[in-house]
């Protein structure tokens, strides 16, 4: 079964600041991973999309990589805005079957 | 841009009561799914549905538990007999394929069980 790990849980930060979440996943057999952006009570949103052949995906500040053999995604946001802060997740589609393997998520704040 | 919605935003109910969740997925989508969020847990996966039947199934996803697509646009998830461990946030989420490019997510429907 696919575990999906985020670290840290929870996150604080300045305003202005660069600063990397990270996603972990066991079984590297992935089709594609998505990290999403939720708001306390809200849906998710979907930031950017990693198909299992690329390597990184670029949205604005946002910039997330993929390392598939070692079951690693980072989501790099550049120059934080209080606007950022929320819940962030990162969930993973294996190769076979069609469910979204969720994260815990990491809880951002950005202090202005 | 084409999105998801769901109604109703939050429902109340008592224990021992079916709901009704309903959801509205993108129109030229085929695959349709519903998850479920209990509060502080993560997005746990419940069903996906495809050409009128279901193609994908958690163990969460019990008897208790049923999909239909009533028409050509509503997608529902039926829970029978509520229990207090079925509140939480509900989401649909519909794919123009599967595997597919991403999922799209509606805002989601709270449950709560009393």
């Known amino acids: 079964k696919q575990e999906v790990t985020q670290i840290p849980a929870a996150l604080s930060v300045p305003e202005g600041e660069n600063l990397v979440l990270n996603c972990s996943f066991t079984?590297?057999?992935?089709?594609?991973l998505q990290w999403f952006r939720q708001d306390p009570g809200k849906g998710l949103t979907s930031l950017l999309l990693?198909?299992?052949?690329?390597r990184e995906q670029t949205s604005g500040r946002l910039n997330a990589s993929l390392d598939k053999s070692s079951g690693r995604s980072t989501l790099y946001i550049a120059a934080s805005q209080p606007g950022d802060s929320a819940t962030y997740l990162c969930a993973v589609r294996l190769d076979t079957g069609n469910q979204f393997y969720f994260g815990t998520g990491t809880s951002l704040t950005v202090i202005p | 841009e084409p999105e998801v919605t769901q109604t109703p935003s939050h429902q109340v109910t008592q224990m021992g009561q079916e709901v009704i969740l309903r959801c509205v997925p993108i129109?030229?989508?085929?695959?349709f799914y519903w998850y479920r969020q209990i509060l502080g847990q993560k997005v746990e996966f419940l069903v996906s549905?495809?050409?009128?039947?279901?193609?994908?199934k958690s163990e969460i996803f019990d008897d208790q538990f049923s999909v239909e697509r009533p028409d050509g646009s509503n997608f529902t998830l039926k829970i029978r007999s509520t229990k207090l461990e079925d509140s939480a946030m509900y989401f649909c989420?519909?794919?123009?394929?599967?595997?597919?490019?991403?999922?799209?997510f509606g805002p989601g429907t709270r449950l709560t069980v009393t």
């Open positions: 549905f495809y050409n009128n039947e279901i193609s994908e």
């Open positions: 129109s030229n989508h085929l695959y």
């Open positions: 990693i198909q299992s052949s690329q």
């Open positions: 079984d590297s057999a992935i089709y594609n």
């Open positions: 989420a519909s794919s123009e394929s599967s595997p597919a490019p991403g999922g799209y």
